[in-house]
């Protein structure tokens, strides 16, 4: 399993101080906290794409380039990629090139976004979100799958004889997680191509949660990619700790007050209790975050949101280090515990290069076999 934090990329002010970071410190500050993932133990960086204020991550595979460029371990992702705004041929050239830089350190989670206006800016009619992930992922796989793509739809100019490049590293592509809150529509989108689904987590209650995980599974298992508990669920999540739950709910109450996503809204008690948001002791994580797979099953990615609302970059350094020392070993313990056997391992590109390998001999030998049988006369 695998463990790491999610960054939006937010410019918030500190509430604490006023103090605002510029865009520059912003952008610096994520680069830090991605080393300090590598530093601390933990397995994930991802970043999300947003192209309007308060957020200041409009290029993810630039921000995770660098990363790659001073880290040799972790995972890198995405939180979101726009799927419905970003042209496929440039999601496949981009995250292929990324791929590269980073020695198949890469997979990316495709999204919708959370901004309407987001749309119009790229050309979008927003009423078209679910067709526009649909069709555009269907043209993405093709680019990294194919060598030489002939494509005609219905929201980009066709395509004659395409190649993207570069090809993706050892001809396998990145591992592809659908994020979704609340679309059923991209649960099914995940499970019809055996891909991941990564249940965001963060703003809907528990059943919410449950509801759309369960279909995922459910239509994995229908198209045959395995048994309902081998699908590759992956969950985001937010925390706050300190050494006891009153100096946590203490120092992190301003800034859930004036968080640009929640802030001015249900209190932080209520959040709380209605979402996976835990403001605690290590302990109370730990408690929270096994919890989840009472409703979820086995899973495969936990991401924990850690640096937004204008928390310092400092106190983000020290939840990584809590997350890295106390947290993590522990649910490493105890979700491998409690594993059902026949579970998988979160994928790789070590993990996918297998694979494929694996099923290029097996398509092999039945070809021969096939060829052998045709070969005997009929008596």
């Known amino acids: 399993m695998q463990f790491g934090v999610f960054s939006v990329g937010d410019i918030t002010a500190d509430p604490t101080t006023g103090r605002v970071p510029t865009e520059h410190e912003r952008i610096k500050a994520m680069v830090t906290i991605a080393q300090k993932v590598?530093?601390?133990?933990?397995?994930?960086?991802?970043?999300?794409?947003?192209?309007?204020?308060?957020?200041?991550?409009?290029?993810?595979?630039?921000?995770?380039?660098?990363?790659?460029?001073?880290?040799?371990?972790?995972q890198l992702s995405t939180a979101t990629t726009l799927i419905t705004t970003n042209d496929p041929v440039k999601i496949a050239e981009d995250f292929a090139m990324l791929q590269h830089l980073a020695d198949g350190r890469v997979d990316l989670t495709l999204g919708r976004g959370n901004t309407g206006p987001v749309y119009p800016w790229?050309?979008?009619?927003?009423?078209?979100?679910?067709?526009?992930?649909?069709?555009?992922?269907?043209?993405?796989?093709?680019?990294?799958?194919?060598?030489?793509?002939?494509?005609?739809?219905?929201?980009?100019?066709?395509?004659?004889?395409?190649?993207?490049?570069?090809?993706p590293l050892d001809g396998v592509a990145p591992f592809v997680w659908h994020g979704s809150i609340r679309s059923p529509e991209?649960?099914?989108?995940?499970?019809?191509?055996?891909?991941?689904?990564?249940?965001?987590?963060?703003?809907?209650?528990?059943?919410?949660?449950?509801?759309?995980?369960?279909?995922?599974?459910?239509?994995?298992?229908?198209h045959g990619h395995g048994r309902a508990d081998q699908a590759i669920v992956g969950l985001g999540g937010q925390v706050f700790m300190a050494k006891n739950s009153q100096d946590a709910k203490r120092a992190f109450r301003p800034y859930f007050d004036e968080a640009p996503v929640y802030g001015h809204g249900p209190s932080?008690?209520?959040?709380?209790?209605?979402?996976?948001?835990?403001?605690?002791?290590?302990?109370?994580?730990?408690?929270r975050t096994l919890g989840f797979r009472e409703y979820v099953g086995d899973y495969q990615r936990q991401l924990f949101l850690i640096d937004h609302a204008g928390l310092p970059l400092q106190t983000v350094l020290q939840q990584l280090d809590i997350l890295g020392e106390e947290v993590v070993p522990v649910l490493r313990r105890e979700f491998a515990s409690r594993r059902a056997a026949g579970v998988p391992d979160a994928p790789t590109h070590a993990s996918l290069v297998?694979?494929?390998?694996?099923?290029?001999?097996?398509?092999?030998?039945?070809?021969?076999?096939?060829?052998?049988?045709?070969?005997?006369?009929?008596?």
Not at 41 to 47: E, I, M, N, T
Not at 187 to 192: C, G, I, S, T
Not at 200 to 220: C, D, G
């Open 122 to 167: 790229f050309g979008k009619d927003i009423r078209q979100g679910i067709n526009l992930a649909i069709e555009n992922y269907a043209l993405l796989r093709r680019l990294w799958t194919e060598d030489v793509v002939d494509w005609k739809g219905h929201f980009r100019t066709p395509l004659q004889g395409f190649t993207a490049t570069p090809r």
């Open 38 to 74: 590598e530093e601390v133990g933990l397995d994930v960086f991802a970043a999300g794409e947003h192209h309007n204020p308060p957020f200041v991550n409009s290029s993810p595979t630039t921000l995770l380039a660098t990363i790659a460029a001073t880290t040799e371990r972790i």
């Open 186 to 222: 991209i649960a099914e989108q995940a499970a019809y191509y055996g891909d991941g689904f990564f249940a965001n987590h963060i703003f809907w209650p528990a059943s919410h949660t449950k509801q759309m995980v369960e279909l995922y599974r459910s239509r994995f298992e229908h």
């Open 268 to 287: 932080m008690e209520d959040f709380t209790s209605q979402t996976p948001l835990t403001v605690g002791s290590p302990q109370e994580v730990i408690d």
């Open 354 to 379: 297998a694979a494929a390998a694996a099923s290029a001999a097996t398509s092999s030998v039945t070809s021969s076999v096939t060829a052998d049988a045709a070969s005997v006369p009929s008596l």
